[in-house]
């Protein structure tokens, strides 16, 4: 017998969210190649941070998140007080959505752009609007024709996650210059660490009242399994995240561990640096074996197949060789693989699996 009470409508056309697989039946010592995670794993002072913190388990934790977002803060330049602090940039996407979103609201994100937007939007009970991309790439004047007197967020990744594009400071700030005052441009920066010189959209937030950048601990910092992100946004923006986020959102360990690794500039640099290395070296024997992909800034390379079922059969080959990479059909791109950038045996083992599939195919 089906409950008389109902969600509210939009909440049914939310699929949930599928994380990248970690473990492939009759495989031991599978290597995880599908969630973009930082293959070093998280500094040692984030770790050692994390390990004093536990004496303090029976405290509340600082609501204010004073000392993480002064860290912050220091390392980037930007006033504390213009920063929020979240149980990862998942949960300052929903915030976003909930303040600023709601029935007759629109929310515009790309085709290829991360799912949270859509499915954010969905549950704040707004209208998601999807936006063609040129060529894997955030189209501007495309998001632009989109916006309607209804719309009151935009989202882009940048770089984008699953494609690893970008487009340039001068491009966002188009964008953000060509949005009506009733929109917030919203820049999703997960990835931005890894892009040499790019600072996420932080000054063009710093210079403009409507827009935002998101930041997160689960990537180059290797702290995805605590679940910390951060927003750096115009004043009015940030009191009210601050109205819509619970009052203690980040326990005393995710903000210790996050705090001593935002600090610890050498192994983000490290990190950056062997990931541009293994980066270039991966995507270049993926096109050796006949495989392109777009110049990548993230942590990942696209791998393009011939094929939605090469793709298929390409992913089932590399499981069966115990290689975890992420199918990303649901994004739109059923002929490709988004394969993290492991360490150096990872990224070897896969470009040897992937050639020798190719061999085979041909």
């Known amino acids: 017998m089906t409950h008389a009470v109902a969600p509210r409508a939009g909440i049914l056309d939310i699929d949930p969210y599928q994380g990248g697989e970690s473990r492939v039946p009759g495989v031991r010592d599978a290597v995880k190649l599908s969630s973009n995670e930082n293959p070093f794993g998280p500094p040692p ?4 941070a994390l390990a004093r913190s536990a004496a303090l388990l029976h405290r509340y934790p600082d609501g204010s998140h004073a000392g993480l977002r002064r860290a912050i803060g220091e390392v980037h330049g930007l006033d504390p007080e213009r920063i929020v602090c979240g149980a990862g940039s998942d949960e300052l996407i929903a915030f976003l959505c909930t303040a600023y979103g709601g029935e007759g609201a ?15 939007a969905l549950a704040a009970g707004a209208t998601p ?10 189209d501007v004047d495309a998001i632009l024709g989109a916006v309607s007197p209804r719309t009151r967020l935009v989202f882009i990744a940048n770089p984008g996650n699953p494609t690893g594009t970008m487009i340039g400071t001068d491009e966002v700030a188009r964008l953000a210059d060509g949005l009506p005052d009733h929109a917030l441009l919203v820049l999703d920066g997960a990835y931005a660490e890894y892009a040499e010189g790019h600072d996420g959209g932080a000054g063009l937030v710093a210079a403009r009242e409507g827009v935002v950048m998101t930041r997160t601990f689960s990537k180059i910092y290797g702290l995805g399994g605590l679940r910390v992100g951060w927003a750096f946004a115009p004043a009015h923006v940030i009191d009210v995240l601050n109205r819509v986020r619970g009052p203690f959102n980040l326990g005393t360990p995710q ?9 610890d500039r050498a192994f983000v640099d490290h990190a950056r640096s062997e990931n541009a290395r293994l980066r270039a070296w991966l995507a270049l024997a993926l096109s050796q074996a006949g495989v392109p992909s777009d110049a990548s800034e993230a942590n ?63």
């Open 45 to 48: 002072a984030a770790q050692e």
């Open 129 to 138: 609007v999807c936006v063609a991309e040129r060529d894997r790439r955030v």
């Open 300 to 362: 990942f390379v696209l791998a393009r197949l011939k094929s939605p079922e090469e793709a298929a059969a390409c992913d089932a080959h590399l499981r069966a060789e115990g290689l975890i990479v992420r199918r990303v059909g649901g994004y739109g791109l059923p002929h490709c693989l988004r394969i993290t950038v492991g360490d150096e045996a990872a990224c070897r083992r896969v470009a040897d699996a992937l050639a020798r599939f190719r061999e085979r195919a041909e």
């Open 255 to 263: 903000l210790a561990a996050a705090e001593a690794a935002m600090r």
């Open 106 to 120: 629109e929310v515009i994100h790309t085709e290829h752009g991360f799912s949270m937007y859509r499915l954010s």
